[in-house]
C-alpha cells in the first residue's frame, strides 16, 4: 500500500482524503522549564483491544493518567481490521488531542504513549508510537519505555539492511525507531508475532514495548523488567499499561503484571503468551521512590505504602529534634507522613505546589528565570516561621532545587532546616531510561567515592554544606530496599551503587545522542545546540 500525503501530524497506510483536522502544533518543552537537579522520567506506553469501545478515547485517558512519565510529546495509533492510523506531536496529551482529531481515529486496537526522551532529540519524528510500513503493505506501530544499550549494534544491522539513513535528511534517531524498523523488515516472511520472537532476544537494555498491526495489539517486557508493564481487563477487551493507576482510569481490572522476558499477543482469539527470554527480574528501585505514581502497584507492593514506609525507616535511621515534618510535594509527600509516624513530629504543610507548573511552552524571560523554584513553591510564612523544619524530599541530584529551597525557607523565617532524603546519594547516571545528570553533575559525587564510613560521612557534610542545611539525612540502600518488601536480588539499584545489571557497552557506544551521531557525522557539541534550538522552537 501507499503512505498518503498527510498534514504533519498524520501517519497511516492507506490513502484516503484528508481528515477534519486543523491545529496549530505547541513548541517542545524547554529544558530549561524543569528544576536543574530532577530526574527526567523515562516515557509512558498504553495499548488496548476491545472491540466495540472509543478505544482512541481510552487510550487518551490512560495517556493522561501516565503524563507524569514523559511530558515532550504525545501519540496514539489506531486500527480499524484494514488500516493503522498515527496521530502525535510535541506537547502534553491534553495539548496534542482535542475531541476532534480522537473522533477522527475509529477501530478496536490502540496504542499510545507519552514521551521524555532518553535516546534521540526532542523532535517531532522521535514522537511515538513509530510508524513503519511492511514490504507487504502492512502498517506497523510502536512505543516504547526504557533504553536500550546495544542500539549501535542495532543501528548497524539496520543501516546495512538500508533500513535506516546515513544522511543528514535523516528523520527518527532513536533507539525505537530501529526496532520497528527492525520489526517492519522482518515480517516480510512471517508474522509480526514470529518477527518479534527472534528480534526480541537480541534487544539489551530496558524496554517496555505495545505495538500493533492492523489486527493484533502486542506487549512485550526485557528479560530484566527493569520498567513495570501490567495486563487488564474489560468488559470487552484488554489493556496493557505501565503503570495500574492507568488501569484504574479507564476502569480496567488488575490481571497480572506482564512477566519478564514475556510477549503477550491480544486478538479475537484472546490473549497468547510467548516467553522469549528467561527472566532475570531486576525492576527499577527508583520507580518506587520518585517516577511510578503513589497510586500505583508494582510487583504487588503499593508505591504509597512503600514511600510512607521509607520515611518511617528514615525516621529511626536520623532522628532529629523538630517542631514540623514538611514535604517537598508532591514526590515527597508520603515519605513526610512516614516520618511524622516515625518520629511522632507533626506533620504540616508548609510549601504551596502551583499545580498547573509543570513543562510548560512558554519561554520564561530572564527575570522569571531567576525566581526559579518559587515558579512551582512558596512558603506558608505563617506556618514556617520561628519553627525547626524537617524537610523531607524524594532525591538529591544536583542539589540546585535544594539550595534555593532552603534560602527560601530561612527567608520565610524558618529558625532551622533538617533535610531527609527518601532515597540514598545518587551517585551513578541511568542508562535503562531515567535520564539523570551526568556522573561529574551528581553532586554526591563531588567528595568522591562513598566506600568507607568515614568518606560517606564526608559526603554528606559535602551536600549539606553545599545546599546550605543544618543537618542532611539520607536513607541507607538496604532501608529503602526493605520498604518495597522486594528482594534486593531482584531490584535494580544502579544510580545508588554503580552495580549495572545489564552490561553496558563503551562510553562511545552509548548516550542520548548516539544515533544522530550515527546517522548524521555530527559532533556531540553540534547536537546539543541542535537539541537546544528545537527546544526553542516549534515544527514547522
Not at 535506516?164 to 523488515?185: E, F, K, M, P
Not at 509516624?341 to 507533626?346: A, K, L, T, Y
Amino acid at each position: 500500500m501507499i503512505v498518503a500525503p498527510r498534514p504533519p501530524n498524520w501517519e497511516q497506510t492507506v490513502t484516503h482524503a484528508d481528515l477534519p483536522v486543523d491545529r496549530s502544533t505547541p513548541p517542545s518543552a524547554s529544558a530549561q522549564d524543569a528544576p536543574e537537579n530532577e530526574p527526567r522520567e523515562e516515557c509512558g506506553v498504553f495499548g488496548v483491544w476491545a472491540p466495540g469501545e472509543d478505544v482512541a478515547k481510552l487510550t487518551y485517558y490512560g495517556l493522561y493518567a501516565l503524563q507524569h512519565r514523559g511530558q515532550e510529546a504525545a501519540g496514539i495509533a489506531v486500527a480499524d481490521g484494514q488500516q493503522v492510523l498515527v496521530f502525535k506531536d510535541l506537547g502534553l496529551v491534553s495539548q496534542v488531542f482535542d475531541e476532534q482529531t480522537l473522533a477522527a481515529m475509529p477501530g478496536h486496537i490502540a496504542i499510545g504513549h507519552c514521551r521524555y526522551s532518553t535516546t534521540g532529540g526532542v523532535t517531532w519524528e522521535n514522537a511515538q508510537p513509530i510508524f513503519r510500513t511492511t514490504s507487504v503493505g502492512t502498517g506497523l506501530a510502536l512505543g516504547h519505555n526504557g533504553n536500550l544499550v546495544n542500539t549501535a549494534e542495532l543501528a548497524a544491522r539496520a543501516r546495512d539492511l538500508r533500513l535506516v539513513n546515513g544522511r543528514n535528511d535523516v528523520a527518527a534517531t532513536s533507539d525505537s525507531d530501529v526496532i520497528t524498523a527492525l520489526l517492519a523488515h522482518a515480517a516480510a516472511d512471517k508474522s509480526i508475532e514470529q518477527a518479534a520472537m527472534e528480534l526480541l532476544p537480541t534487544l539489551r537494555g530496558a524496554f517496555c514495548l505495545t505495538f500493533m498491526d492492523e489486527h493484533t495489539l502486542y506487549a512485550a517486557r526485557d528479560p530484566q523488567g527493569v520498567r513495570p508493564l501490567c495486563l487488564g481487563r474489560l468488559d470487552r477487551g484488554w489493556v496493557v499499561a505501565s503503570e495500574t493507576a492507568a488501569l484504574d482510569i479507564v476502569g480496567a481490572a488488575f490481571v497480572r503484571e506482564i512477566e519478564p522476558g514475556e510477549l503477550l499477543a491480544i486478538d479475537a482469539n484472546g490473549v497468547r503468551s510467548s516467553r522469549f527470554a528467561h527472566q532475570e527480574p531486576k525492576g527499577c528501585v527508583f520507580e518506587y521512590v520518585y517516577l511510578a505514581r503513589p497510586d500505583s502497584t508494582i510487583a504487588g507492593r503499593s508505591v504509597h505504602a512503600t514511600r510512607v514506609e521509607i520515611g518511617r525507616r528514615l525516621a529511626a535511621e536520623h532522628p532529629v529534634e523538630g517542631d514540623l515534618v514538611i514535604p517537598v510535594p508532591e514526590s515527597g509527600t508520603p515519605a513526610a507522613v512516614g516520618y511524622a509516624q516515625g518520629s511522632g513530629v507533626p506533620y504540616g504543610q508548609g510549601l504551596m505546589k502551583n499545580a498547573y507548573v509543570g513543562r510548560t511552552f512558554i519561554q520564561p524571560s530572564q527575570t522569571i528565570r531567576q525566581l526559579g523554584i518559587r515558579l512551582k513553591l512558596n512558603p506558608l510564612r505563617d506556618v514556617i516561621r520561628g519553627k525547626r523544619l524537617i524537610v523531607v524530599d524524594d532525591s538529591i541530584v544536583r542539589g540546585n532545587t535544594q539550595r534555593a529551597l532552603i534560602r527560601m525557607l530561612r527567608e520565610a523565617g524558618a529558625l532551622e532546616i533538617h533535610v531527609r532524603i527518601a532515597s540514598p546519594p545518587v551517585k551513578w547516571p541511568c542508562f535503562y531510561g531515567i535520564d539523570f545528570a551526568s556522573r561529574a553533575e551528581l553532586i554526591a559525587n563531588g567528595a568522591g567515592p562513598a566506600d568507607a564510613a568515614d568518606s560517606m560521612e564526608e559526603m554528606v557534610e559535602m551536600v549539606r554544606r553545599s545546599i546550605g542545611a543544618d543537618s542532611l539525612g539520607y536513607i541507607s540502600l538496604d532501608g529503602m530496599i526493605g520498604a518495597t518488601e522486594q528482594p534486593a536480588s531482584r531490584l535494580c539499584c544502579a544510580c545508588f551503587d554503580g552495580n549495572y545489571p545489564i552490561p553496558l557497552p563503551e562510553e562511545e557506544a552509548i548516550g542520548k545522542n548516539l544515533l544522530e551521531g550515527i546517522l548524521t557525522g555530527k559532533s556531540e557539541t553540534e547536537l546539543l545546540s541542535d537539541n537546544a534550538n528545537a527546544s526553542a522552537l516549534s515544527r514547522p
